[in-house]
């Protein structure tokens, strides 16, 4: 059998799907339900993190500028996977 991955993420600036819409299909597929998704973008916009809450998304982190704060991202999205 295959086995699932421990976190899907997301951009949202993303060729043919944006990630929205991505983020809603994959919440409406009932064997995806129990993975969390992180929404990993350099879109800094209130409104698009409220949006990907309201989708499902369980976080919403912004694209670091520097490696200390890619490690930090890093460490943050991989607490999802234990």
Same mark, same amino acid.
């Given at each position: ?7 899907? #993420?997301?951009?949202?600036? /993303?060729? #043919? ?7 809603? !299909?994959? !919440? ?21 993190? %409220? ?6 998304? /369980?976080?919403?982190?912004? %694209? ?6 890619? /490690?930090?991202?890093?460490? %943050? ?6």
């Amino acid at each position: 059998s295959l086995q699932q991955p421990c976190l899907i #993420v997301l951009d949202l600036n /993303m060729p #043919v799907l944006n990630g929205m819409e991505t983020l809603t !299909r994959i !919440r409406q597929q009932p064997s995806l339900q129990g993975i969390p998704i992180v929404v990993f973008t350099t879109s800094d916009s209130n409104e698009s993190r %409220k949006q990907s809450i309201t989708l499902g998304a /369980m976080d919403y982190l912004v %694209k670091p500028n520097d490696y200390a704060g890619l /490690m930090d991202v890093t460490a %943050k999205m991989m607490m999802y996977c234990r």
